[in-house]
């Protein structure tokens, strides 16, 4: 099993432009979760999906868009990039909810550095 | 909305020193989990507690959840070297999909 993977892992946009950032999970997941991380800051969540078909905002969504329309694939959009949507994604998947029994770990991709100037 | 705070922010310790971290939540959670980032790195589940007032241990480090579910600990014993990093609780809201990461704690062990 590769795990989370996700793509690109650096990216230099100019302000104004879009870009999708990929991540995929081959560990049969139901739960995906977009997440980003300033410089020496914690985790804030982007948007979430507890299934394929669905999605859910979470603390920061704004700027951001995101689609489920497969299990493994949770692809999350930037439109009109900004300096302040400069820091490094995290995309994380999950069994079942998290704290569901056994099944609610967070496994997390290796990150995507996003820097917009 | 929900709000997950921990202090200290930064720790710098001599090897072989105790290390504690505490994580506080403005909401009652239906259970917390912890995770350990490297530095360049991403995090990486270590434990989650569901009960109050529950103690978990593994080897050197133990972690706890307050009896009203509203706060949790972890505490490094003797660090090494290989501690170094930044711990985070993550706390999730009963009820809820998804989990709110506190503003973690980042640790340095000095040899």
């Known amino acids: ?117 | 909305g929900q709000q997950v705070m921990q202090i200290p922010q930064y720790q710098h310790v001599q090897e072989g020193e105790d290390f504690t971290t505490y994580c506080n939540s403005s909401t009652t959670l239906s259970n917390i989990q912890w995770y350990k980032q490297r530095p360049g790195g991403h995090p990486v589940f270590l434990i989650q507690l569901v009960k109050s007032g529950e103690v978990k241990k593994q080897k050197r480090l133990t972690f706890q959840f307050g009896e009203a579910k509203k706060n949790s600990s972890l505490h490094i014993t003797a660090t090494q070297t290989t501690d170094v990093g930044t711990y985070f609780c993550a706390g999730r809201q009963t009820g809820a999909n998804n989990l709110f990461f506190g503003t973690g704690t980042r640790l340095t062990v000095i040899p």
Request: hydrophobic share 30%; proline share 5%; with cysteine.
């Open chain 1, 1 to 117: 099993n590769a795990g989370v993977t996700q793509t690109p892992k650096f990216r230099i946009l100019k302000i104004g432009q879009s870009m999708t950032l990929q991540c995929t999970q081959d560990m049969n997941h139901n739960y995906m979760y977009w997440y980003r991380q300033d410089p020496g800051m914690g985790l804030k969540l982007i948007y979430y999906s507890v299934g394929a078909g669905i999605t859910d905002k979470g603390e920061v969504p704004n700027g951001y868009n995101v689609s489920r329309s497969t299990t493994e694939d949770f692809p999350l959009r930037l439109e009109l990039a900004a300096p302040s949507q400069t820091s490094v994604y995290f995309c994380a998947s999950s069994y079942g909810a998290p704290g569901q029994g056994n099944t609610g770990e967070l496994f997390f991709g290796e990150g995507s550095r996003l820097t917009v100037l």
